[in-house]
């Protein structure tokens, strides 16, 4: 099934009703899949309330509790483009299947940072994550990795992250690649790899 993976921005108001959001208020968000990819629709307790008691509203994807926090002014300095949470934006947009292994590398290593938070998902495959203190959703795709396959997958987000536009190739049969020798590349913790592994 050919999905649409990408971020999904957090609403200032109550979809049903038209009512803004005030700071701190208790608001529900629920995924619903659709032909066109994942839609994300912001609740108010009171439309959610309304919603579960209609027996013929669709069940949601994905649903979860949250305050609402107006967004953050924007950054002094822009992100850079090779930081982690930038390259998974990049590759989330850029929505091509042979950096699956990277962009679920690279979420559970922000999960583990705090900076994306786990949420409830229908489907073990997919990984629902709210982006903290902006309310983003990233939906990434669980590509169940092996520990075997972990090496390889480090060694292309390293390679991404030192701002290499592609992981150099491998030897057929080597389980390793070279990484551009000009700066060395950022290490993931054995942590992150266990963790990648367990999830």
């Known amino acids: 099934m050919q999905q649409e993976w990408n971020i999904k921005l957090r609403s200032a ?11 701190g ?12 990819g994942f839609q994300r629709l912001d609740l108010s307790e009171e439309a959610w309330t309304v919603r579960g008691a209609d027996p013929t509203a669709e069940r949601p994807f994905s ?58 998902s229908a489907d073990s495959g997919t990984l629902i994550y709210e982006r903290a203190g902006t309310g983003e ?8 990795l092996s520990l075997s396959d972990l090496e390889k997958v480090q060694i292309e987000v390293s390679a991404l992250l030192t701002g290499l536009s592609e992981p150099l190739p491998s030897a057929p049969g080597d389980s390793t690649a070279m990484v551009d ?19």
């Open 13 to 23: 108001v109550c979809v049903a009703t038209g009512r803004p959001f005030a700071e």
């Open 137 to 144: 959703t990233f939906i990434i795709t669980d590509p169940d």
């Open 25 to 36: 208020e208790t608001f529900h968000t629920a995924l619903f899949l659709t032909g066109e």
């Open 63 to 120: 649903s979860w509790r949250s305050k609402f926090e107006p967004p953050a002014p924007p950054p002094k300095e822009t992100l850079r483009r090779d930081d982690a949470e930038g390259m998974l934006r990049r590759l989330i947009e850029e929505n091509d299947p042979a950096h699956t292994n990277a962009r679920y590398l690279l979420a559970v290593m922000l999960e583990r940072k705090r900076v994306l938070r786990p949420q409830p």
């Open 181 to 199: 020798q000009g700066e060395p590349a950022p290490s993931i913790s054995p942590e992150e790899t266990e963790s990648a592994a367990s999830a």
